[in-house]
């Protein structure tokens, strides 16, 4: 189960500070939103995503690739013109929906997808 923060307002205001912090970093670095779309910023996720997996035996560096996977994720996010709560509500959208499908019994730790 989700552990929530202690102290709510404490978390969205750190989110929101991150968000702004990785939104400023990212254009003045790899260009503004303006001149790139959110697909090098997904690219890059996709090779981030493979790091963390290598790392799942390690706690430490498991969180660290995580971050840069949510990192990337809000940049993918804000350079494809939508903002967190624009992702936050289409996520718990598609859960109504995975919570309507069938789902095999997961045999091991490879991705399960659903019955077609």
Known sequence: M???PENQLDFCDRLADLIDDQSEWSQATFGRDSERGPIGALKHLEKEAVE???AVPFPG??????ADCLLLLLDATRRGHFNLDDIVRAAQAKMVVNKQRTWPKPTSDEPVEHVR
Request: cysteine-free; hydrophobic content about 25%.
């Open 52 to 54: 963390a997996q290598k």
């Open 2 to 4: 989700y552990r929530r």
């Open 61 to 66: 560096d498991l969180r660290e690739e995580l």
